[in-house]
């Protein structure tokens, strides 16, 4: 199990912009596809965005499509997410999977979570 620690949650008003952080011990990439997650209060997981080991590739849920953006950088060993536009129904816990694989019912995770980061959308 690889240690990792998602960061840059915090409070902002509708319209506003954060950028979320997911850095892992050793390679990030060691383990299959990198995804975004978040859970609501009261409501299940969902899959907010996925980028492949290559990087060439990224995946984002409809809902965030246009105002999230998912990305690799290499040299921080971090994949990060890009939020635009936030609303107040992007309000959740952000967490990131580092072992993610698509099959026949979408995209599954198989790594453990970690403590996740507040992302709050309120005037």
């Known amino acids: 199990q690889v240690q990792l620690v998602e960061s840059g949650g915090g409070l902002v008003q509708p319209g506003g912009s954060l950028r979320l952080s997911c850095a892992a011990s050793?390679?990030?990439?060691?383990?299959?596809?990198v995804g975004w997650y978040r859970q609501a209060p009261g409501k299940q997981r969902e899959l907010v965005a996925v980028?492949?080991?290559?990087?060439?590739?990224?995946t984002t849920a409809d809902s965030v499509k246009g105002r999230f953006t998912i990305s690799r950088d290499n040299a921080k060993n971090t994949v990060d997410l890009q939020m635009n536009s936030l609303k107040p129904e992007d309000t959740a816990v952000y967490y990131c999977?580092?072992?993610?694989?698509?099959?026949?019912?979408?995209?599954?995770?198989?790594?453990?979570w970690g403590q996740g980061t507040q992302v709050t959308v309120s005037s």
């Open positions: 999977n580092i072992d993610v694989r698509f099959g026949r019912y979408g995209w599954e995770t198989f790594g453990s």
């Open positions: 050793g390679s990030i990439f060691s383990t299959n596809a």
């Open positions: 980028i492949t080991r290559s990087g060439g590739t990224t």
